[in-house]
């Protein structure tokens, strides 16, 4: 798993590097629009609403394609 660093210490440098990067992921298409993920979510929220037992998270974070 991915370790959440804090941003604010970065580097000008670092954080440009990580801006382009993103930048770049987006123009190539390797992300997932909010919109995808918002229905998603809103999915997972209605399953567990109506009485889903286990959702699974793993499973649902992957699917998000991050």
Do not use: C, H, V
Request: glycine letters at 6%; aromatic letters at 10%.
């Amino acid at each position: 798993m991915n370790k959440i660093e804090n941003a604010s210490n970065w580097s000008k440098e670092r954080l440009d590097a990580e801006l382009e990067k993103g930048y770049n992921d987006m123009l190539k298409g390797r992300i997932t629009p909010w919109n995808d993920i918002y229905a998603k979510l809103s999915e997972a929220i209605s399953e567990i609403k109506n009485g889903s037992q286990g959702a699974d998270a793993e499973k649902f974070i992957k699917s998000l394609n991050f």
